[in-house]
């Protein structure tokens, strides 16, 4: 140095210092980097050394001038120092805390491309007024300055280590100083976003310092530097405000993998506050990489620095998609995908498989799914229904498509299937309703390879199942719900064992006649128990009711015939009707009205070569057989074979089913049991050979009465058919003509006694007369009968007698013939009423009980007269030549005589004194009388 401290300019205030150096050819290189380096921090240097106002260095022939310009101060400890060129043009500005004689300053350069900080990397950290050399490891990245500092004598670093001595003492305390400032000023800078502040927290791990113990700077940092600004408000949220890092949600991921991180996260609601801005995600990454270092461990995942792993980890914890949903402002399906593909850019999707972040069908989130391959709603209720899992071991439908989707296994319709079954196992009445509701599934989606397999319930009270075997024997499938059958067929439904027929829960689940015409059109089901089957002949009509000594005799080939299905084997139609008359009953009435006019072929005999190269004879229909090979007419305790005898006493009391059966269409099914007609209706008509005797014999009653003819018979039984109610008038008129026969027996008998009774008076005769009167009574003095009558020989004082008997009536009655007989000769017509309530009938007990109006013409009087008028009133005669006449025809009059009156009668031997004394008058000489 040739020259120093040179006296000052003109100004008074002004100072120019000068260092002025010889440098030597081998030294010009060290001299240049010296030179540059100090070009570079020119900033600090000034900011740094008070006295200075502006540094200009020549280098290359290239000459720079800083200057400062006025200061500001910033608040607290901050200010901030402009610096410019000779020409005032802004070209950096320095950002400067203190406190005490120690110094942390950073300089922001505006530049081409925005921003940038000194020092930057590989420039001193350290500075006693001016750099020290060896100080870029120093892990904060600003310029801590003091003059104070004690450097090492090469001005290489400073002494920082742990002994007492006073130049390491004075520079910890010093430093750790700095430390608290440069939290000062990084807080300012946030405040301001001069520049990023994660540019100067990216800390450096200190390593091979000169006089420095690196684990007391280590601790240092970490206490004084990291857990301070970790507490600041330094982080310039997405939404705004400042926070610390601590109140931060920072995404920590690998470089090119942060941004879909962030996006993961900024889809959270209420995170926007905590959250940092995108464009801040690489410097805060590199920020807590580098803090990590100071702790000794690598980045992890906490409350303030999320990683993927954290992320997931959240994800899990919400356990179902509305929980996670509620956190979202997005659609989480989108969102869960975006996770995934972050995963799988990132290799991790080998997490999902031990965090439950998949969702299932029903929204709860899980760990491992399986794809749905086109897995019907119903199905999958049907296993939950169960106790399966169903949608809650599928991925939800959204996430199909998903990156991770190629990582699981499916789940098809098939594979559900086999778990219901499986679960479905040895089925009862608590799961009938899934099993019914499967196979319906199957049916509507056509899934004909799950017919047979499914478990089906049978009809009836009693829980059973069966299977569907597809393309078995018509005869052998299953009958569709009776429900399903047609009107002609389902009163005959007790006729078939339950366990042959679907239940009627299958009817109200396939309510679409189309879907079980499918169904039978796959030969899974019969919808009538009359179909064709093809199979060997056994049957034949020469062998039709063959017994053990017969041997086998089968058709080479198969036939095809009717068949009516379940008729006969174990737990059959006939096994079920052997044991009940009723059920026997119907099965007659069911081949008659369903089966014979179904099958118009079945009694067609049909030639089959047999095995032993004979030919013989089958009926179409197949069903006849087993009628006839079966004893299944339960009479009285036991079950019998078809016969006449036993069909007719089957059908004893069923008139109507007999009658069909006689009919002539009906007849070939006759013929081919084998069974006359004619003696079939000969034992319907009598329990017995004397009943049928008796019945025949009545035949031949009617066939006298209508003649010989049997057209004229037929057309008798015909009219008798035709008209019901003349059955019911036959009947009345039976009744009536009893009741006439009774009362006329009762009558004759009356007459009788009381004929004998007037015999046993002597001097009266008794006689028979009908015309109008009853009896007629005369002396018995030879006079002549001169009427045909029972009279008294005593010219016109013979006495007439109208007898009549009565059992309990209060009222008796007289026809008109009689009333005009008792009223022309109202002196000598006498009214006998003759009142019997029981007891033997006799002479005696007449007499004791007649009693005897002798002027019953008087009474009359008036009710004849009536009828005389009423009679004028209406003419039995009409006016054959007027087109409006009125016509009275068949008319019957009778005359009331009621009890009140005829008790007013005298006894018997009180009118046998009376008839004494007018037979006495009338004897005497008329000039007598």
């Known amino acids: 140095m040739t020259k120093s401290l040179r006296p000052a300019l003109a100004q008074e205030n002004a100072r120019l210092t000068t260092f002025e150096y010889s440098i030597q050819p081998e030294t010009k290189e060290v001299v240049v980097r010296g030179l540059e380096g100090l070009n570079a921090v020119a900033p600090l240097v000034l900011a740094f050394n008070s006295p200075f106002v502006s540094l200009s260095l020549e280098l290359n022939e ?75 490891d120093y892990p904060i990245r600003v310029a801590v300055n003091s003059e104070n500092f004690n450097p090492l004598p090469d001005r ?35 405040r301001t976003d001069i520049v990023p502040v994660t540019d100067m927290l990216i800390l450096d791990k200190p390593v091979g310092l000169k006089s420095v113990n690196v684990e007391y700077l280590a601790h240092v940092i970490q206490n004084r530097v990291i857990d301070d600004v970790a507490e600041r408000s330094v982080l310039q949220s997405l939404d705004g405000p400042l926070i610390s890092p601590r109140q931060a949600v920072i995404p920590l991921a690998e470089v090119g993998k942060r941004i879909p991180l962030w996006e993961c996260l900024a889809a959270f609601k209420n995170i926007r506050a905590v959250l940092p801005r995108q464009k801040d995600i690489d410097g805060w990454n590199d920020v807590v990489a580098s803090w990590s270092q100071f702790a000794n461990e690598p980045p992890e995942p906490t409350d303030w620095v999320w990683t993927i792993e954290h992320l997931v980890g959240f994800v899990t914890e919400c356990r179902t998609l509305a929980v996670l949903t509620e956190s979202l402002n997005s659609d989480p399906f989108e969102w869960l995908s975006s996770l995934l593909d972050l995963l799988q850019a990132d290799g991790k999707l080998g997490l999902v498989a031990i965090n439950a972040i998949l969702p299932n069908q029903h929204g709860e989130l899980k760990s491992v799914l399986l794809i749905d391959e086109e897995i019907p709603a119903e199905l999958k209720d049907l296993a939950e229904e169960l106790g399966l899992a169903g949608r809650g071991d599928i991925l939800a439908h959204e996430l199909s498509e998903c990156c991770y989707s190629s990582q699981l296994n499916s789940q098809t319709a098939d594979d559900l299937l086999e778990s219901i079954l499986d679960e479905l196992g040895d089925m009862d009445e608590s799961n009938r309703s899934v099993a ?120 080479k080939e198969k036939m095809t015939r009717s068949h009516i299905a379940y008729l006969s084997g174990e737990d059959s139609i006939l096994e079920k009707v052997r044991g009940s008359r009723r059920l026997g009953v119907l099965l007659v009435q069911f081949l008659l009205e369903v089966i014979v006019p179904s099958d118009s072929e079945a ?115 015909a009219t008798i058919r035709a008209d019901v109610g003349l059955l019911e008038y036959i009947a009345q ?53 001169d009427a045909g009558r029972m009279e ?129 008058s009338a004897k005497l000489p008329a000039d007598t009388k």
């Open 62 to 136: 290239t000459s720079t001038t800083y200057c400062l310009k006025r200061q500001k101060k910033l608040g607290g400890s901050i200010r901030s120092i402009p610096v410019a060129d000779e020409q005032g043009n802004g070209k950096s500005t320095v950002f400067l805390s203190e406190q005490d004689d120690v110094q942390v300053a950073v300089v922001v350069t505006e530049t081409a491309d925005g921003r940038s900080i000194l020092p930057k990397q590989g420039m001193s950290r350290i500075y006693v007024a001016f750099p020290l050399s060896s100080t870029s």
């Open 156 to 190: 290489d670093g400073i002494y920082l280590v742990t002994d007492d001595t006073f130049k390491n003492s004075e520079n910890r305390s010093r430093f750790e100083l700095a430390c608290k400032l440069f939290s000062d000023l990084i807080e300012h800078i946030a």
């Open 436 to 555: 019914v509701r499967l196979f319906a599934f199957a049916v509507r989606s056509k899934r004909l390879t799950w017919l047979d397999r499914i478990p089906v319930v049978t009809a009836g009270a009693t829980f059973n199942t069966a299977k569907i075997t597809l393309r078995a024997a018509a005869k052998d499938r299953l009958l569709v719900p009776i429900a399903c059958w047609q009107n002609t067929v389902r009163p005959f439904a007790d006729l078939f064992p339950p366990i042959f027929v679907l239940h009627e829960d299958y009817a109200s689940q396939i309510p679409i006649d189309e879907e079980w015409k499918w169904l039978i059109d796959q030969e899974a089901v019969i919808s009538s128990p009359l179909v064709m089957d093809t199979a060997i002949v056994e049957d034949f009509v020469e062998l039709m009711r063959k017994g053990p000594e017969i041997e086998d005799v089968r058709s």
């Open 603 to 717: 009694f067609a005999e049909l030639e089959v070569i047999c095995e032993d190269e004979t030919s013989r004879r089958c009926y179409r229909g197949a069903w006849i057989a087993p009628l006839l090979n079966r004893g299944w007419l339960k009479i009285e305790k036991r079950a019998t074979y078809l016969y006449a005898e036993s069909l007719a006493n089957l059908l004893a009391n069923q008139a109507p089913i007999m009658k069909m059966l006689l009919q002539e269409s009906n007849l070939p099914l006759l013929k081919s049991f084998g069974i006359s007609p004619a003696d079939l209706a000969l034992r319907s008509v009598g329990k017995n050979e004397s009943d049928r005797m008796s019945l025949i014999r009545s035949l031949g009653v009617i066939a006298d009465a209508v003649g010989p003819d049997p057209e004229q018979v037929a057309r008798f039984a």
């Open 733 to 785: 008129r039976g009744t009536f003509i009893e009741h006439i026969e009774k009362n006329q027996s009762f009558g004759l008998a009356i007459e009788r006694e009381f004929a004998n009774v007037f015999t046993l008076e002597s001097g009266v005769h008794i006689q028979r007369t009908g015309h109008g009167h009853d009896f007629m009574l005369t002396p018995i003095a030879g006079e002549e009968n």
């Open 792 to 920: 008294v020989n005593s010219g016109d004082h013979t006495v007439y007698v109208e007898l009549k008997a009565t059992r309990g009536s209060d009222t008796v009655r007289m026809s008109v013939r009689q009333v005009e007989a008792a009223t022309s000769m109202a002196n000598r017509y006498w009214l006998c009423v003759v009142v019997i309530e029981d007891g033997e009938l006799t002479s005696e007990l007449v007499q004791s009980q007649a009693l005897f109006l002798c002027d019953i013409g008087v009474h009359l009087a008036d009710a004849w007269a009536d009828y005389g008028r009423l009679r004028e009133a209406t003419p039995l005669a009409t006016d054959s030549d007027s087109d409006a006449a009125l016509e009275v025809t068949d008319q019957e009059v009778k005359f009331r005589i009621g009890k009140k009156l005829w008790e007013r009668g005298i006894s018997f031997a009180e009118a046998m004194e009376r008839l004494k004394f007018n037979m006495a």
